[in-house]
């Protein structure tokens, strides 16, 4: 988008190290700039999550990615290359009303470590340090994280997030940022043996119908090992009335995923809650960039997915560094 020159000294300063915070930052680092990533977290991946249960990484966040994007498509390659990504299903159940359908679509890809290990991957020789950042301002000698000068800013996170950390003379930037964002809580349920797929394969499920629970995902089936652990999430309102204590809405998930599979009692369960899951309707810019300030993230771009998070990431990464050229050059951007 239409973007001025900076004038701002320090380092280029990316807040949020999921896909697209370390997309962007990889990209101006290949650019030759000094890049600093900031992400309150002590990991990076952000909703790439992956927990620990039972001894083996579950996504507990994205459940899966897809690939069409040229650009992204060369980057899966090097990661299934490297064994960190493969090729998982192209079949989902559909449940809910009457007998349950197999529906095909495009392949959806898993991951043998967990969807993190492919942002620890990016990030790979980048600076991230954990830290929690409280506002971005512009002074007159130019911009400013939480008082120390940055040669620019860019917040790869939801609208909400970033427009809480933007000072009021940032305005111009706060005033695009109007898409909300949908709750999912997330179940993880660990079994003692697999009693779902007996008779046919089953890799996931959209549920239809259902006031609890949207989708199941086998995660036995997308890690490659075949392991008892199934990870359901909730619908947006039904998480929105449990957002305050997650974990009391465990009983009533397994109750639901319950009815629509055959399952036992767990012998583990854990509730995550992502209070900002899933961006609702739609916004065809991959970012936006307007002197020195940028915004990336899955809720940027014409889907909201991971693919869609890395090219918004790459893209605003491809804009700044043109800006800061043009602008240490003293030519328009």
Not at 28 to 37: P, Q, S, Y
Request: with cysteine; hydrophobic share 40%.
């Amino acid at each position: 988008m239409g973007t001025g020159p900076t004038t701002s000294t320090g380092p280029v300063v990316v807040v949020g190290a999921g896909i697209a915070g370390i997309a962007c930052a990889r990209r101006l680092r290949t650019a030759g700039l000094d890049v600093h990533v900031l992400d309150r977290g002590r990991r990076v991946g952000g909703r790439m999550a992956t927990r620990t249960v039972a001894g083996r990484p579950v996504d507990t966040g994205a459940s899966y990615f897809t690939v069409s994007d040229r650009r992204f498509a060369a980057v899966v390659r090097e990661w299934r290359s490297s064994g960190l990504a493969h090729e998982w299903t192209d079949r989902f159940h559909v449940l809910g009303y009457g007998e349950p359908e197999v529906k095909e679509g495009p392949v959806r890809w898993g991951t043998a470590r967990g969807s993190r290990s492919l942002v620890e991957d990016l990030a790979r020789g980048i600076d991230v340090r954990p830290r929690q950042v409280r506002t971005v301002r512009r002074r007159s000698g130019g911009l400013e994280v939480d008082g120390v000068p940055a040669a620019a800013v860019v917040l790869a996170m939801p609208d909400a997030q970033a427009r809480r950390l933007l000072g009021q003379d940032l305005h111009e930037v706060r005033g695009v940022l109007t898409r909300e964002s949908e709750p999912v809580l997330a179940l993880t349920a660990a079994y003692d043996a697999r009693t779902w797929d007996r008779g046919e394969r089953f890799d996931g499920a959209f549920v239809n119908g259902n006031e609890v629970l949207a989708w199941v995902a086998d995660d036995g089936r997308r890690r490659g090992d075949d392991a008892p652990v199934l990870v359901a999430h909730s619908t947006p309102d039904f998480a929105a009335r449990h957002l305050g204590d997650p974990a009391a809405a465990g009983p009533a998930m397994l109750a639901a995923l319950g009815r629509h599979l055959e399952v036992g009692d767990p012998v583990t369960t854990r509730v995550q809650r992502w209070s900002l899951a899933r961006p609702t309707g739609r916004r065809l810019p991959t970012h936006h960039l307007r002197d020195g300030v940028g915004v990336c993230g899955d809720g940027w771009g014409p889907v909201s997915k991971v693919e869609g998070a890395w090219i918004s990431g790459d893209d605003l990464g491809t804009a700044l560094a043109r800006e800061l050229r043009s602008a240490r050059a003293g030519r328009p951007a």
